[in-house]
């Protein structure tokens, strides 16, 4: 059974920090590709950061240069560290993952609960 289980996620200020974490169980994570959506209410789900299990990694556009995804297959685990957080980037952000860098980036095999980030004005 695949589990992906974020964490991570709160409440913080504007200009503020937080890392995301998803543990993922089920699956050989070293050659799964892994990334991280969100998407606010009234809104379609968005694509915000992509790594391959070379590295390769893809941002979208409004998270460049503050978002950095990274991943420890040692520990089957993917990071999302996010800096200069906005109050527009809160919403639920969910993990995922896909065999190949195509398919997390476009139609991922498997999903996660989703974990909240909020950030105030």
């Known amino acids: 059974q695949v589990q992906l289980v974020e964490s991570g996620g709160g409440l913080v200020q504007a200009g503020g920090s937080l890392r995301l974490s998803c543990a993922a169980s089920?699956?050989?994570?070293?050659?799964?590709?892994m990334g991280w959506y969100r998407q606010a209410p009234a809104k379609q789900r968005e694509l915000v950061a992509g790594?391959?299990?070379?590295?390769?990694?893809k941002y979208a556009d409004s998270v460049k240069g503050r978002f950095t995804i990274s991943r420890d297959n040692a520990k089957n685990t993917v990071y999302l560290q996010m800096n200069s957080l906005k109050p527009e980037d809160t919403t639920v952000y969910h993990c995922?993952?896909?065999?190949?860098?195509?398919?997390?980036?476009?139609?991922?095999?498997?999903w996660g609960q989703g974990t909240q980030v909020t950030v105030s004005s």
């Open positions: 089920g699956i050989r994570f070293s050659i799964y590709a």
């Open positions: 995922a993952a896909g065999l190949g860098f195509a398919v997390v980036l476009s139609h991922p095999d498997y």
């Open positions: 790594i391959a299990s070379s590295g390769s990694t």
